[in-house]
Antibody, heavy 120, light 111 residues
Framework: QVQLVQSGAEVKKPGASVKVSCKAS????????ITWVRQAPGQGLEWMGW????????IYAQRFQGRVTMTTDTSTNTAYMELRTLRSDDTAVYYC?????????????WGQGTLVTVSS | QSVLTQPPSVSGAPGQRVTISCTGS?????????VHWYQQFPGTAPKLLIY??NRPSGVPDRFSGSKSGTSASLAITGLQAEDEADYYC????????????FGGGTKLTVL
C-alpha cells in the first residue's frame, strides 16, 4: 500500500535551514507529484508548494518563494523540502502528500508529519 | 486570512445532521475547480475525506460533499462521537500562479 514516511523532528536556530525528507513506498514518485503543507501550532493547514511527477516543474506559494526548494530523488523514491532563513514563525508540523491528479488534484496520501521547531 | 472561508466551529448532537460551509471566489471554486475535504484528529495527519463529490474507499456514506457557485459544503448525517475532529476544505486557485488553497478549518464538536 501507499505510504509516505517523513524524517524526524528538527530543532533549528533562527537563520538556519532545514531539509525534510519524505520517502514513498507502494508507488513511484515519478507517477504522481508531491506537495508540502505545513501547520503551525493550533493553526490551520497552509499549502507551501508542489513538485511535478517528473521533477521538472515546481510551484511555490508566494510567501515561500526564494526561501524554499523542493526536489525528488528517483533513485530512493524520496522527496525533499528545504526551507532556508528560518524564523520563529516557521515553527510548525510539515507534511508531504501525494497529489492525485485524476482525483481533481486532491492530496490522497499524507506523511505522518515532521515537527520543525525554530528557537534561539 | 485563508482564501477559502469556513466557520470556525459547528456542533451537533449524536444522530443529527450537520453541514460545514466553504466559501471561495470566482478564481477557485467558482472557476469550476473541485473542492476536497480533509478530516484531522489532534496530533495526526489530515486524511482525505471527500474528493469532489466522491468518497475514498472506506469513508462512510454519512459524509457527502456538494458545490454550487462559489461555495461548497460538507454534510455529515447520523453524527457520531467519533466524528469530532477538524475539517478542512481545499481547492485550486487560478489567480495565484496555480496554487492550491485551504479553508481555515472547522472544529466539529459532538455534543
Amino acid at each position: 500500500q501507499v505510504q509516505l514516511v517523513q524524517s524526524g523532528a528538527e530543532v533549528k536556530k533562527p537563520g538556519a535551514s532545514v531539509k525534510v525528507s519524505c520517502k514513498a513506498s507502494g508507488y513511484t514518485v515519478t507517477n504522481n507529484g508531491i506537495t508540502w503543507v505545513r501547520q503551525a501550532p493550533g493553526q490551520g493547514l497552509e499549502w507551501m508548494g508542489w513538485i511535478s511527477a517528473d521533477s521538472v516543474n515546481t510551484i511555490y506559494a508566494q510567501r515561500f518563494q526564494g526561501r524554499v526548494t523542493m526536489t525528488t530523488d528517483t533513485s530512493t523514491n524520496t522527496a525533499y523540502m528545504e526551507l532556508r532563513t528560518l524564523r520563529s514563525d516557521d515553527t510548525a508540523v510539515y507534511y508531504c502528500a501525494r497529489v492525485w491528479w485524476n482525483g481533481g488534484k486532491c492530496f490522497d496520501y499524507w506523511g505522518q508529519g515532521t515537527l520543525v521547531t525554530v528557537s534561539s | 486570512q485563508s482564501v477559502l472561508t469556513q466557520p470556525p466551529s459547528v456542533s451537533g448532537a449524536p444522530g443529527q445532521r450537520v453541514t460545514i460551509s466553504c466559501t471561495g471566489s470566482s478564481s477557485n471554486i467558482g472557476a469550476g475547480y473541485d473542492v476536497h475535504w480533509y478530516q484531522q484528529f489532534p496530533g495526526t495527519a489530515p486524511k482525505l475525506l471527500i474528493y469532489g463529490n466522491n468518497r475514498p474507499s472506506g469513508v462512510p456514506d454519512r459524509f457527502s460533499g456538494s458545490k454550487s457557485g462559489t461555495s461548497a459544503s460538507l454534510a455529515i448525517t447520523g453524527l457520531q462521537a467519533e466524528d469530532e475532529a477538524d475539517y478542512y476544505c481545499q481547492s485550486y486557485d487560478s489567480s495565484l500562479s496555480g496554487n492550491w488553497v485551504f479553508g481555515g478549518g472547522t472544529k466539529l464538536t459532538v455534543l
